[in-house]
Nanobody, 124 residues
Framework: QVQLVESGGGSVQAGGSLRLSCAAS????????MAWFRQAPGKEREFVGG????????DYADSVKGRFTIWRDDAKTTVYLQMFSLKPEDSAVYYC?????????????????WGQGTQVIVSS
């Protein structure tokens, strides 16, 4: 049973930063590509970014490129999302997702396992 547990969400003012973590129980963690999605009220869940199973490749949504960074620590079986220069439109529930294999997908339906989410609120 795959378990993904997100943490690090909270409230921050515009321009601030937050770091989200996702602790994964998947084994072997190195076989899984990991991604972050987010969902704002009344909106579809959208891709934020991902890191492939080797950690050598990342992909970001245009809306966060240059402000967010994703990396993984295989020793800790954890993936991180560092968010800088946060904007009110970044407010959402952020979800961690996992899929076995080398590719980063941008479609929600391509991921097999999900965490429960962590809330991020950015105030102006």
């Amino acid at each position: 049973q795959v378990q993904l547990v997100e943490s690090g969400g909270g409230s921050v003012q515009a321009g601030g930063s937050l770091r989200l973590s996702c602790a994964a129980s998947v084994r072997p963690f190195s076989a899984y590509t990991m991604a972050w999605f987010r969902q704002a009220p009344g909106k579809e869940r959208e891709f934020v970014g991902g890191v492939n199973f080797s950690g050598r490749t990342t992909d970001y949504a245009d809306s966060v490129k240059g402000r967010f960074t994703i990396w993984r620590d295989d020793a800790k079986t954890t993936v991180y999302l560092q968010m800088f220069s946060l904007k009110p439109e970044d407010s959402a529930v952020y979800y961690c997702a996992a899929v076995r294999g080398p590719l980063i997908y941008r479609m929600r339906s391509d991921y097999d396992d999900w965490g429960q989410g962590t809330q991020v609120i950015v105030s102006s």
